[in-house]
């Protein structure tokens, strides 16, 4: 996507130059318009190098940019041709000076024409002295803003560079990037309640010990995300899972902790009993988990000692298959349940012994090199009139492959509910 990020003169401007990488990181492409004052808190030089493009800072004198021709072409029209351009603005930081500009429409310098002559959606992350965001002339110019539709993104509270108390502090860069995932949304789906189970369960022998498997819960994380940003209503039952990965997730996930297989599928029956009872009824439920298919049949309350035979036998029992008890206790068709199979061997073979078996909607099948793998090559399968459909979804990185995922998940329960 096309983003414009415009910069305000504020303190906190330092911030917008993260943003860009994280924008960048996303695969976005970045074009930044620097205010007159923005001008005396980050450098074009600092601009030009994250976003690869020049800092934009003049009405009347554009930078030279070879990337896009219409630029050339409309050399003395650039904030018509960025306007053009965007698909997205962004104003980080947002000050009251431009908030008050924004509210009464008005267009004296590069940013304000180009926000009058796009149709891209606009939105900003305001940042200024608390007193200042809490002046009603400010609190009239947000509403007005509000009424347009524009997305209004912070101020946080807390201790202020001026060293005032209170709120006014501009979001965190990461925290901005969660609100524009938010709001671009990468796909429009059909449904909007999700539980998913993400990463390995874990089965204990004695205090120390437990039975497992290599998966990081990566891609349950990725699905958890991406869903969110779609504008679902997610629950992410997990076991054991890296804590830096569940950061990345927004708060209004509900996260449920877990350990074993066991308390997986009832933390999840209780989920989808509750949310029936609400009448909010989970659409799709997602097995991502990598469950132990067995655990210990005893736990040994004290630490297993070594056998003077070298040979140490484990008696193990059955684990409950959780999607498949879920899918064989739909009520009015739902939940809509989607399984994952991880094959070192026949790949497509196993998964549609598994999509039969498990009474699953929708497989996704990946060889067993995915684990852990930032990238993985997925084969989708699911039956339509008694037959076995099949689509690879192209090798990508995990959060790309979870827009495919969801993709084809909301296109598959769109069909079923009908
Ligand atoms: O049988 P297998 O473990 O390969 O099946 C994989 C799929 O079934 C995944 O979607 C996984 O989350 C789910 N599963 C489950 N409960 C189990 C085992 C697997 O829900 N006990």
Redesign the pocket.
Known sequence: MNFILGIGGGISAYKSLWLIRLLKKQQHQVKVVLTQSALEFVTPVSVHALSEYPAYTDLWNPPQDNHTKADAQEHNMHHISLAKWADFIIIVPATANRISLLAQGECQDLLSNIILASKAPLAIAPAMNVTMWNNPATQDNINTLKKRSIEIWGPDSGLQACGDVGQGRLLEPEEIMQKIQHWIRPIEPSFKHLII?AGATQEPLDPVRYISNHSSGKMGIAIAKIAYQCGIQVTLIHAPIEQNLLQELPSEIKKIAITT?EQMLQQTQTEITKARKQNNPIEVFI???A?A?YRPTNYNQNKIKKTNDNLLTLQLTE?????QSIASNKKDKLPFCA????ESEELINNAQK?LKN?KLDLIFANPVESMNAEKSTITALWNSQNQVKQQEIPHNDKEQNAIHILELISQRYKELQK
């Open positions: 189970t297989a097995g991502c988990a469950v298919d684990n409950p298959d959780i999607i399984g994952f199979a991880l598994k498990k």
